[in-house]
């Protein structure tokens, strides 16, 4: 986990510091960060479930540190922040997504756009990032927004002379959108443990989504270009034309979420239960309505809202004793006295983030690490908005690095026995490459999430 090394990292500082001059130390509670560290090490080691590690770590660090009666009120204490009205979003979202890809209105989404891209230098991997672009956009979650397109887009692929490594790595790549499209997940998590505007988190991410999706384009044609492949036969202006019908239901339910979002009629978890009810009409219309198929969507959503809700339960006992120690306070003191300029620290706090993606879960590392870097962040005063996209980019780029990124096999078990893993490794490499680009160039260029935000206010 990236608290680990945080903690890590400012333990080893913090001696320094006591050794050569610098930073006040004093405040540091060193001892029981070293504890804490010790234990994330074995825990995390152990193999045991992030939900079960982060509540076990809670309660352990409360009876040795804390003075309070805690466990007196550890209900109260998880009831509070999982009953927020702004995470009622989240399974309404995945509810959306489960409803639109049992309907059959993606692959709808995906031949009509492959009619225009397949004669453009890299064909149908184009496609791919734009189905996925679109499709995140009414999904909110990486994997899902994966798991759709893949298994629509793989059968387009299995009789033609693409490269398989860029098939997978475009996929990958286009999975990756899920979280940073509005209205993603993340940001919701975000919003809610950071208590910034939820709202706003997503129209900065307009910027770099755009960013993101231009950067991924030119991956594929620079690709193309230098790996020619026959073109398909030209297709009529008239039977494209026609084919964009097949984008109406989506683009109809992309205007219900984020038209009512951006244009202040609802908040974001309204707008997911409008999304929801527009998803269940526009499966009604499609022929595709059943309690069968409801009953499936309902319960993948309960699969997939229990697991998250179980890491929030633990992290959040968790943050409530790191808040009891001072464990926050007293590292946002330390880092703010430190001696180097802010973005130092601030590339520091990304390459954890980095590190951190190649062998843990994206939304498990966003819970359990934000209430220790928040405040660090504030402190060395970043925006929390540009922050919060940051932070999501970092969160897609973990689901989509090896060896452990949830996409990435999420696309190889789609493929069955028909390749090796290292195929979907191989082939996400660039994509990994040009995200880090982008949260570079964010980091220099902080306007092009914040310019939308100053002028929305």
Request: hydrophobic content about 60%.
């Amino acid at each position: 986990m990236i608290a680990v090394v945080f903690l890590a990292i400012v333990l080893i500082v913090s001696a320094a510091a006591a050794l050569f001059g610098g930073a006040d130390v004093s405040s540091l509670p060193i001892g029981p960060m070293a504890v804490l560290l010790a234990l994330f090490c074995l825990f995390f080691g152990a193999g045991i479930y992030i939900a079960a590690a982060l509540g076990i770590l809670g309660i352990i660090a409360g009876f040795a540190f804390s003075d309070r009666p805690f466990w007196n009120f550890i209900g109260q204490m998880v009831w509070g922040p999982t009953t927020n009205f702004v995470l009622v979003a989240v399974p309404l979202f995945l509810l959306m997504g489960e409803i639109m890809l049992r309907a059959g209105l993606s692959d709808r989404l995906y031949k009509s756009l492959s009619q225009w891209l397949s004669r453009v230098p890299g064909g149908l991997l184009h496609t791919n990032i734009a189905s996925s672009s679109v499709f995140s956009a009414i999904s909110g979650s990486s994997v899902a927004t994966a798991a759709t397109m893949g298994a629509v887009a793989l059968p387009y692929f299995r009789q033609t002379q693409y490269s398989q490594p860029m098939v997978l790595g475009s996929l990958a790549a286009g999975g990756a959108l899920g979280n940073l499209i509005p209205p993603g997940i993340t940001f919701i998590v975000y919003g809610l443990i950071t208590e910034t505007s939820v709202g706003a988190l997503y129209i900065a991410a307009v910027g770099p989504s755009v960013l993101v999706v231009l950067l991924f384009t030119a991956v594929i044609f620079w690709h193309g270009v230098r790996n020619p492949l026959p073109k398909p036969p030209a297709i009529p202006l008239m039977e494209k034309l026609k084919g964009l019908t097949g984008l109406v239901p989506t683009l109809l339910l992309i205007l219900v979420v984020l038209g009512t979002i951006y244009s202040g009629l609802a908040t974001p978890t309204e707008s997911a239960a409008l999304g929801v009810v527009a998803a269940i009409v526009a499966a009604a219309i499609a022929g595709k309505l059943s309690w069968r198929m409801l009953h499936e969507s309902a319960e993948a959503t309960a699969r997939t809202t229990s697991f998250i809700g179980l890491i929030l339960c633990g992290a959040y006992l968790l943050n409530y004793v790191f808040g009891a120690l001072g464990v926050p306070q007293a590292l946002s003191k330390f880092v703010a006295g430190l001696p180097v300029p802010p973005w130092v620290i601030m590339a520091l706090i990304v390459g954890f983030y980095l590190a951190l993606g190649t062998f843990m879960e994206g939304f498990s590392m966003i819970v359990t690490t934000i209430p220790v870097i928040f405040p660090v962040v504030k402190a060395l005063g970043y925006d929390p908005i540009w922050f919060g996209v940051i932070v999501t980019m970092l969160v897609e780029i973990a689901l989509i690095s090896p060896p452990d990124g949830t996409v990435l096999y999420v696309l190889q078990g789609m493929r069955g026995t028909k390749g090796s893993i290292t195929d979907v490794f191989r082939g996400v490499m660039p994509f990994i490459a040009v995200y880090v680009l982008a949260i570079v160039l964010l980091m220099f260029f902080p306007a092009i999430a914040l310019w939308l935000v100053s002028v929305s206010r």
